[in-house]
């Protein structure tokens, strides 16, 4: 009898094995996709767009510029519009995730921006990339004493298909303290 209940056991147990090496895959496939899907834009559709700025700390009242790089990482020529601030969408955040307001000149801006249309076309061969520097403390308030992290995203018309996909950057982080910048006027 008990070597009966063995034989009976043993294919419920290989389906129970197989079922939860099966979702030992599955939750390590989703892991990794996961994983890749967070480091996508750094590296998709065939361009990247990589952000810098001169230093990781600024004193307040100090100009903060960023530095974006979009770069053709594809195999074919990637038509792009030329870069101004119009083609991309700039996010500022506190530390906290809050975002981080606009000056009255980078809230202009921003409206004239949804009017702004450009014509001149660049082509980037594999390999090439183009950059653009924008006044970043001339668009968003960097008043505060705080650590502001600063993402760009930007739309692509993909060679080939003709289809527009969403490119993002890496993330930065900027510091900024509550050291004044003073000027000496008459020496």
Same mark, same amino acid.
């Given at each position: 009898?008990?070597?009966?209940?063995?034989?009976?056991?043993?294919?419920?147990?290989?389906?129970?094995?197989?079922?939860?090496?099966?979702?030992?895959?599955?939750?390590?496939?989703?892991?990794?996709?996961?994983?890749?899907?967070?480091?996508?834009?750094?590296?998709?559709?065939?361009?990247?767009?990589?952000? /810098?700025?001169?230093?990781?700390?600024?004193?307040? &009242? =100090?100009?903060? +510029? *960023?530095? !974006?790089? %979009?770069?053709?990482?594809?195999?074919?020529?990637?038509?792009?519009?030329?870069?101004?601030?119009?083609?991309?969408?700039?996010?500022?955040?506190?530390?906290?995730?809050?975002?981080?307001?606009?000056?009255?000149?980078?809230?202009?801006?921003?409206?004239?921006?949804?009017?702004?249309? /450009?014509?001149?076309?660049?082509?980037?061969?594999? &390999? =090439?990339?183009? +950059? *653009?520097? !924008?006044? %970043?403390?001339?668009?968003?308030?960097?008043?505060?004493?705080?650590?502001?992290?600063?993402?760009?995203?930007?739309?692509?018309?993909?060679?080939?298909?003709?289809?527009?996909?969403?490119?993002?950057?890496?993330?930065?982080?900027?510091?900024?303290?509550?050291?004044?910048?003073?000027?000496?006027?008459?020496?």
């Amino acid at each position: 009898m008990g070597n009966n209940v063995t034989d009976l056991m043993k294919p419920f147990l290989t389906l129970i094995r197989f079922l939860f090496l099966t979702a030992l895959c599955l939750k390590s496939a989703s892991a990794e996709a996961q994983s890749n899907a967070s480091n996508a834009g750094l590296d998709a559709h065939g361009c990247s767009i990589s952000i /810098s700025t001169t230093k990781p700390q600024y004193a307040s &009242g =100090e100009p903060v +510029s *960023l530095i !974006i790089d %979009l770069k053709n990482v594809g195999t074919t020529n990637l038509v792009v519009e030329r870069g101004t601030f119009a083609h991309y969408d700039i996010t500022v955040l506190f530390g906290n995730g809050d975002h981080v307001p606009m000056t009255l000149f980078g809230k202009r801006e921003l409206e004239r921006k949804h009017l702004a249309g /450009s014509l001149a076309l660049l082509t980037l061969k594999p &390999g =090439e990339q183009t +950059s *653009l520097e !924008i006044p %970043l403390s001339r668009l968003f308030d960097f008043s505060l004493t705080s650590r502001y992290k600063v993402s760009v995203s930007r739309q692509v018309r993909m060679p080939g298909t003709g289809s527009w996909v969403m490119v993002h950057s890496n993330e930065i982080e900027i510091g900024v303290d509550n050291t004044f910048i003073t000027h000496v006027i008459n020496p």
